[in-house]
């Protein structure tokens, strides 16, 4: 038998294996997809986690392939579920600093798992202090009366020198933030940032801020905030 007829055999025995690599990955993405909503329908989670973590591998491959705008999302409450705590944050996190998220379906769930992962991680980076919320299940904490802050018409929002030369559309950024007992901002962290360094522009702004401190039963104690920058077009 000669060489080329081994390397056409070669090739013909292969050919089902060539194929499947040849599939658009846009195709392979729209299948998983669709794959990974039956099974959700189906209550299938398991198995809709692992469509949906196909998905993920695809999208690391082939960093230009766009996933659906709900994709991050649907990872997070699935991976949260499954108890991938960590998995689901930063699912969470990917999608919130998707453009427009914030008018889309399930901003909401994403952007708490994001918030507290970051209150989460200040409590434990410095575990003998206490670091309130001002709810609790949605509901006020009795006896406490929020942070007013001093300055609010100081230091705007300015859009950095990248983002103007990228023509970077504005956007929003959400700051995580620490308000200590004197009424001094700490730790601010962009956990939704529109890129070209305006998350970052943004934390500058914020640790600019000046509050009266919150107190509980009238004793000033530190909380945690989130607060919107918006940046114009």
């Known amino acids: 038998m000669t060489s080329r007829i081994q390397v056409l055999l070669l090739l013909i025995a292969a050919a089902p294996v060539l194929a499947q690599v040849e599939t658009p990955p846009e195709a392979?993405?729209?299948?998983?997809?669709?794959?990974a909503t039956r099974l959700i329908q189906l209550d299938q989670l398991p198995e809709a986690l692992s469509a949906l973590d196909d998905m993920v591998e695809l999208e690391a491959l082939h960093p230009g392939l766009e996933l659906p705008p709900l994709f991050w999302a649907v990872h997070a409450a699935a991976?949260?579920?499954?108890?991938?705590?960590?998995?689901?944050?930063?699912?969470?996190?990917?999608?919130?600093d998707q453009r427009n998220s914030n008018a889309a379906e399930h901003y909401g769930f994403a952007l708490r798992l994001v918030v507290d992962?970051?209150?989460?991680?200040?409590?434990?980076?410095?575990?003998?202090?206490?670091?309130?919320?001002?709810?609790?299940?949605?509901k006020p904490v009795e006896g406490m009366e929020p942070p007013a802050r001093k300055n609010p018409h100081s230091y705007p929002?300015?859009?950095?020198?990248?983002?103007?030369?990228?023509?970077?559309?504005?956007?929003?950024a959400v700051i995580g933030f620490v308000i200590?007992?004197?009424?001094?901002?700490?730790?601010?962290?962009?956990l939704q940032d529109p890129g070209y360094g305006l998350g970052l522009e943004a934390a500058r702004a914020v640790k600019r801020y000046k509050f009266k401190p919150a107190t509980?039963?009238?004793?000033?104690?530190?909380?945690?905030r989130i607060v919107t920058i918006n940046f114009p077009p």
């Open 117 to 138: 992962a970051d209150l989460e991680a200040l409590r434990l980076a410095d575990p003998d202090r206490e670091i309130h919320t001002l709810n609790v299940d949605g």
């Open 28 to 35: 392979e993405a729209e299948r998983l997809w669709a794959e």
């Open 216 to 224: 509980l039963h009238g004793e000033p104690v530190a909380v945690y």
């Open 79 to 96: 991976a949260e579920e499954e108890g991938l705590h960590d998995v689901a944050v930063s699912s969470a996190l990917r999608y919130v």
């Open 180 to 190: 200590d007992e004197r009424g001094r901002v700490e730790d601010p962290v962009a």
């Open 157 to 172: 929002p300015r859009k950095t020198a990248w983002a103007r030369e990228a023509g970077a559309y504005g956007g929003a």
